[in-house]
């Protein structure tokens, strides 16, 4: 796979297509490589002192790097002639660079007519902002409705974590891309593939979405803790100021060992709460009940007393308790592997896992680590690649 993309969204893709499997060449600008790169107050420093750069390493493990000037025309002759040995380009520049750079549609297709391309974008590739820049923050967050089904009435507007929307399409994209693959397998035919930031977030806030066009405009009703429709699912707060999170979604089947569990047998045989209808009208007053209780032991305890119970719960995690967290372990969601520079460090893989293998990736690429080798694998004689280098076609 040949991949001419910068930053998370789109790169991130091509770090899920490693995984599982496939030699991903990323194509980065001449000067200073992906601007991703660029962003050292991003990295962190580890106790043995060596820094890693996540926000490069996130989205580009697995990979190798080629500098190419796609401003020039040498450069844009080598990125045309890697494209003849691949089956999929993947790109997140905009149309109007693409035609600049000579790596549109028709400019790839001239050269390799059935191979699959693929776009990224922030709004889509029609429409009036289809040649308009797009972030996660812009396009998927803001945009696209996440803020504001996620920001409680009144409260301060949630503000967006690194990447969120940019890693959740990553993934997307490369289930398109794998289905391509697949379409092209038994029809012999290549598709254009396109993922947008702004098409995701409408996809995943679907049922408020839905809920507006029904309502004139109004969204699924935001309950709060104290009034919430069903009090089995919400987050409840321990004794040590931690978070229990309740999700049984058949109040009726579960209230009862519920209640049992947290200690609160005398409410199983309340009128109060003796049927649904009653445990609706009725909640704000079994919710305190249950407030009361969880707030009498400690995460720890609670982990123990809700251990054997039936209905889904959850312990309300940090980042790092994730990281320990025994089922993420024991499936290896989250690798030990090394930077490229041979820098240990933790980093979470895709979730796509085939016949029970773990991924350990391989660290990201330095800035045009592998330049001569992709060029000797595709061809190019020394002489050749000399030449593009004085010409400052590639680095």
């Known amino acids: 796979m040949l991949e001419v993309a ?3 969204f789109v790169p991130s893709a091509g770090a899920v297509l490693a995984e599982w499997g496939a030699e991903v060449i990323k194509v980065e600008p001449l000067d200073g490589g992906d601007p991703q790169r660029g962003l050292v107050t991003m990295g962190i420093v580890d106790e043995g002192g060596g820094s890693v750069n996540y926000m490069i390493e996130i989205p580009n493990r697995g990979k190798k790097s080629i500098g190419v000037n796609l401003l020039s025309p040498g450069g844009q002759e080598v990125v045309q002639r890697l494209a003849t040995t691949c089956d999929v380009f993947l790109t997140s520049y905009l149309p109007s660079r693409r035609k600049r750079m000579g790596i549109d549609v028709d400019d790839i297709r001239a050269v390799n007519p059935n191979i699959i391309y693929v776009r990224g974008s922030g709004h889509g590739p029609c429409g009036p902002d289809s040649d308009k820049p797009g972030y996660d ?5 803001s945009r696209g409705g ?4 996620l920001t409680e009435d009144g409260a301060e507007l949630v503000r967006s974590r690194p990447a969120f929307g940019d890693l959740l399409g990553g993934l997307t994209i490369a289930g398109g891309i794998a289905a391509a693959l697949y379409k092209r397998a038994t029809t012999g035919q290549g598709s254009v593939v396109d993922v947008s930031l702004l098409g995701l977030a409408a996809w995943n806030i679907g049922p408020d979405i839905a809920v507006s066009q029904i ?4 969204a699924i009703p935001k309950y709060g803790h104290t009034d919430a429709p069903n009090p089995l699912v919400g987050n409840y707060r321990t004794k040590d100021g931690r978070y229990i999170t309740l999700m049984m ?3 009726d089947r579960f209230f009862p060992e519920a209640m049992h569990a947290i200690g609160l047998d005398d409410v199983i045989d309340d009128p109060r709460f003796a049927d649904t209808a009653a445990r609706f009208e009725n909640r704000a007053a079994l919710i305190a009940l249950m407030d009361e209780a969880f707030a009498q032991r400690t995460l720890a305890e609670w982990r123990e007393i809700l251990t054997g119970i ?6 309300v995690q940090t980042p790092g308790e994730v990281c320990q967290d025994p089922a993420v372990t024991a499936n290896g969601y989250i690798a030990h592997t090394t930077t490229t520079s041979g820098v240990p460090y933790k980093l979470p893989v895709n979730p796509v896992q085939f016949d029970e293998h773990h991924v350990v990736p391989d660290g990201a690429p330095e800035h045009g680590q592998h330049t001569e080798d992709i060029l000797m694998d595709a061809g190019f004689d020394w002489d050749a690649i000399e030449h593009y280098k004085a010409t400052g076609a590639i680095l």
Do not use: F, M, R
Not at 215 to 218: A, F, I, K, R, T
Not at 310 to 315: D, L, M, P, Q, Y
């Open 310 to 315: 039936s209905g889904a719960w959850g312990v």
């Open 6 to 8: 910068s930053w998370t």
């Open 215 to 218: 309502h004139g405009g109004s």
């Open 249 to 251: 979604l058949q109040l």
């Open 146 to 149: 996440i803020a504001t089904v």
């Open 137 to 141: 923050g812009v396009s998927y967050w």
